[in-house]
């Protein structure tokens, strides 16, 4: 009589999708004597958007900038566990990290295009990773990127100019074209919306669900809304420890843990 | 209600609308005991009151949809207060309903009230007894979120099924035995059923209850013992052919 069922189906990690893109197992992550991630271990799935919530410092970003090794270049931070990608271990010596980072793109809070025209941003990966063969190809690839990333009826009259020169919502629009551009597996943003009025996250967060179908999407957000309007997989950070992960519909209906319930409800923990 | 919010006026909110329900809830016992007792005494002038006292339960009901809605704009819920508001809407929409059936009840007894009365009136009087019980037990499991008494209130479903189907039987045999009774029979019969559904509304209160306190509905199928849509009862003439 009642549709009120909160969750349909509990998945597990394991039965969400065969093979996950990243299996991410017992990750500790240490700045210097400083532990800011202890024991996370998560999957990532294809065609999926797994988002990670939780207070300022709980370690979400941490564990974000690891996939795609973005820690490497802060002084005196260590991580152990393992991440594998496609059952690979990224961390292991024979990783090309400039590689690593085209298979696993980054788009960050701030829209950061490169001083440089609209075409050159989205050109600049292919080129250095020599996915295109030729200018033509190099084109073919810039229009498509700019497409999938919805930007393309926008700027196809003005590709020469500076990609800085774009509204806000367009820069980071362009900042995911770039990230696609080099045919990546899977796409990190780091609160990607942050900086956006309400009909430019509205885009963004469309441009997320449209993207699923072609790569996974690892989104740290802020906001929880976003984070359950955008997202299939959700996991709650605080104090360094994955707290509890699930289907998003059940981590924002009916959560298990008695912190991701404070948290999310907006109580005092 | 557990630790309290961040921001307080979203705590006060949820308590003022904990204070709505407990007042329907109140005003819906108070309409129940009312129809039984002026069934009983075959009092036309209580059931009239009765009748016009159920406007207030509808308007309390257009207010908490109102705080309702307004809440899940302002405050967008998650989880536990999600599951609350949106309960207390249900809820509240359960309580008008019982007491529009209290108000129906009310309406026959002015017909039954005319006519000479039926033996079995005294087990449809037993019948609602329960079902008063029943109301006032979820109420109880309602306010305090008391998600054992729910489960009881829910079994408890089955027993005023098997006894609404057994009037059924009695009520078509006496219209069968005399066609004089078919009219007061007829009446009773919708003031059974009245109350039978109200049964179910506490049934469904109880189920939300379940919901609130886990976050899901019962997993099991709900009792259910009306057998009425399924009862036949042949005619046995004095001195038949057979």
């Known amino acids: 009589m009642i549709a009120m069922q909160a969750t349909t189906g509990r998945a597990t990690d394991a039965a969400a999708s065969p093979v996950p893109a990243f299996m991410t197992r017992d990750v500790c992550v240490f700045y210097g004597q400083k532990q800011a991630l202890t024991n996370v271990s998560l999957d990532i799935h294809r065609n999926q958007v797994t988002s990670l919530i939780g207070p300022s410092g709980c370690g979400k970003s941490t564990y974000l900038r690891c996939l795609n090794r973005m820690n490497d270049i802060i002084d005196g931070c260590r991580v152990t566990g393992s991440i594998l990608l496609d059952g690979q271990d990224i961390y292991a010596g024979s990783m090309d990290v400039v590689h690593l980072r085209a298979r696993v793109g980054m788009v960050f809070q701030k829209p950061n295009p490169f001083p440089k025209s609209i075409f050159e941003n989205v050109a600049y990966g292919p080129r250095i990773h020599g996915i295109a063969k030729d200018k033509t190809e190099l084109e073919a690839i810039v229009h498509n990127s700019l497409e999938k990333a919805g930007l393309l009826a926008e700027v196809k009259d003005r590709m020469d100019q500076p990609g800085t020169g774009l509204s806000g919502g367009q820069q980071q629009r362009l900042c995911i074209a770039r990230a696609i551009a080099v045919q990546p597996e899977v796409i990190l943003m780091d609160e990607p919306c942050s900086a956006l009025d309400p009909i430019a996250t509205a885009r963004i967060e469309e441009l997320i669900d449209e993207l699923r179908e072609h790569f996974a999407i690892v989104i740290v957000t802020h906001s929880m809304q976003q984070a359950a309007r955008v997202s299939q997989r959700t996991g709650f950070f605080h104090l360094g420890i994955l707290v509890e992960t699930g289907d998003t519909e059940q981590i924002f209906t009916n959560p298990r843990d008695k912190r991701t319930q404070d948290y999310i409800t907006g109580r005092f923990g | ?242």
């Open chain 2, 1 to 242: 209600m557990g630790s309290e919010h961040t921001v307080k006026s979203f705590d006060e909110e949820l308590r003022r609308l904990d204070n709505m329900l407990a007042e329907m809830g109140g005003l819906a016992e108070v309409q129940l005991q009312s129809a039984l007792e002026a069934l009983i005494r075959r009092d036309t002038e209580k059931a009239a009151e009765i009748v016009a006292n159920d406007r207030r339960l509808d308007h309390l009901e257009a207010e908490v949809d109102q705080h309702t809605i307004a809440m899940l704009a302002r405050r967008q819920p998650m989880a536990k207060d999600l599951r609350e508001i949106v309960g207390a809407l249900k809820v509240a929409s359960m309580i008008e309903r019982i007491g529009d059936y209290a108000k129906n009840v009310a309406k026959r007894t002015a017909a039954i009230a005319e006519m000479p009365p039926v033996p079995s009136a005294q087990t449809v009087v037993r019948l609602g007894g329960l079902a008063q019980q029943m109301v006032k037990d979820v109420l109880d499991a309602y306010l305090s979120r008391d998600l054992d008494q729910a489960k009881s209130v829910r079994a408890r479903d089955r027993e005023l099924d098997a006894l609404y189907t057994s009037i059924f039987r009695e009520l078509l045999t006496y219209m069968m035995e005399d066609p004089r009774n078919i009219s007061a029979c007829t009446h009773l019969l919708f003031v059974a059923k009245h109350i039978e559904r109200i049964g179910d509304h506490a049934t469904n209160i109880a189920e939300i209850v379940h919901f609130l306190v886990t976050g899901e509905m019962p997993a099991d199928e709900r009792p259910r013992q009306d057998e009425s849509e399924m009862t036949i009862v042949t005619a046995h003439t004095t001195g038949g052919e057979n």
